[in-house]
């Protein structure tokens, strides 16, 4: 079992539509990131959560450590939103604090 | 401000090859980190370099290796190439693992 899952892995959304991306983790976390990475494999992190929410433009981002679960919330969706969404959380502990990635969504949002 | 910088961007190699690509972090940041992304994966971390020391390794064979030079700049070598070392390999940059920013990555295709 992947130590952190992504649901859905993929993801038809017609334009303007709600959409939301959930990420759960099984191990101890400093932070949790969502990324984006469109074709052709360049990054963007979007936000960097430890506890909370956090919102830029259309998007937002909750995480609930108790529950070891975030999520990622698209609003007023665009079909420049479509990429891969990747969560991706900083492993407590040992000397690097490594990033462990989910297997990400592949959102597709049509107009 | 520059963000992260790799190179080359595309490499096509042989099998049994070594390859070298190299990334250079984001100003202000000293620790760089190494990953592999499969097509249709998600990344795995291969290792971190900090203070030009190895100090993470993740479960990668000793035919990757690399280097971080005093001015915080990292290389990833491959040798003895496989077919399945084929893959999108992003190079991350942090502040002593904070604020992690992404290269746009090396696409590294071995026939």
């Known amino acids: 079992k992947n130590e952190v899952e992504q649901s859905p892995q993929n993801l038809t959304a017609q334009e303007g539509e709600f959409i939301t991306i959930n990420c759960s983790y099984s191990?101890?976390?400093?932070?949790l990131h969502w990324l984006q990475q469109h074709p052709g494999g360049g990054i963007v992190s979007l936000f960097m959560?430890?506890?909370g929410k956090k919102k830029h433009g259309r998007l937002i981002a909750t995480i609930n450590i108790q529950e070891k679960h975030s999520s990622l919330h698209i609003t007023a969706s665009h079909p420049r939103d479509s990429a891969v969404y990747i969560c991706?959380?900083?492993?407590?502990?040992?000397?690097?604090?490594?990033?462990?990635f989910g297997t990400g969504t592949l959102l597709a949002v049509q107009p | 401000d520059a963000g992260v910088t790799q190179s080359p961007t595309h490499l096509i190699k042989t099998r049994g090859q070594q390859v070298t690509l190299r990334c250079s972090p984001k100003?202000?940041?000293?620790?760089v980190s190494w990953y592999q992304q499969a097509l249709g994966q998600g990344p795995q971390f291969i290792f971190q370099?900090?203070?030009?020391?190895?100090?993470q390794r993740g479960n990668f064979p000793d035919r990757f290796s690399g280097h971080q030079f005093p001015n915080y700049s990292s290389e990833l070598n491959v040798n003895a190439l496989l077919l399945g070392d084929s893959a999108l390999y992003l190079c991350?940059?942090?502040?002593?693992?904070?604020?992690?920013?992404f290269g746009s990555g090396t696409r590294l295709t071995v026939v």
């Open positions: 959560l430890s506890s």
């Open positions: 370099y900090y203070e030009e020391e190895e100090r």
């Open positions: 100003s202000g940041h000293d620790t």
């Open positions: 191990v101890g976390i400093s932070a």
């Open positions: 991350a940059s942090s502040l002593r693992g904070v604020g992690y920013t």
């Open positions: 991706a959380v900083r492993n407590y502990g040992g000397a690097t604090n490594k990033l462990i």
